[in-house]
Nanobody, 124 residues
Framework: QVQLVESGGGLVQAGGSLRLSCAAS????????MAWFRQAPGKERELVAG????????YYTDSVKGRFTISRDNAKSTVYLQMNSLKPEDTAVYYC?????????????????WGKGTLVTVSS
């Protein structure tokens, strides 16, 4: 069992930056592929970014490429999402998730553990 707790959300103006953190506890963090998802009101949950166990590979959805950076610190059992040049369309609840499988496609159905989310609101 892995417990995930997100932090760092808040209200920011368009063009601003936020850094989300997700602290994990319960099992060996380095055994899990980690990802950030988001869900805006009235929309489906979507993958934002993913990072492999050893941070050797990362994935970003097209809409955040060049603006967001996912990283992990296995010693601190924490995954981060640095969000720059924020846009109003980035407004959503952001969730951290973990996948223990050998390989991860970062599909929501493959993520075994989820945090409760942190709200990011970008004003225009």
């Amino acid at each position: 069992q892995v417990q995930l707790v997100e932090s760092g959300g808040g209200l920011v103006q368009a063009g601003g930056s936020l850094r989300l953190s997700c602290a994990a506890s319960g099992r060996t963090f380095s055994n899990y592929h980690m990802a950030w998802f988001r869900q805006a009101p009235g929309k489906e949950r979507e993958l934002v970014a993913g990072v492999s166990r050893g941070a050797g590979s990362t994935y970003y959805t097209d809409s955040v490429k060049g603006r967001f950076t996912i990283s992990r610190d296995n010693a601190k059992s924490t995954v981060y999402l640095q969000m720059n040049s924020l846009k109003p369309e980035d407004t959503a609840v952001y969730y951290c998730a973990a996948d223990p499988d050998y390989y991860s496609s970062f599909s929501p159905k493959d993520m075994n553990y989820w945090g409760k989310g942190t709200l990011v609101t970008v004003s225009s």
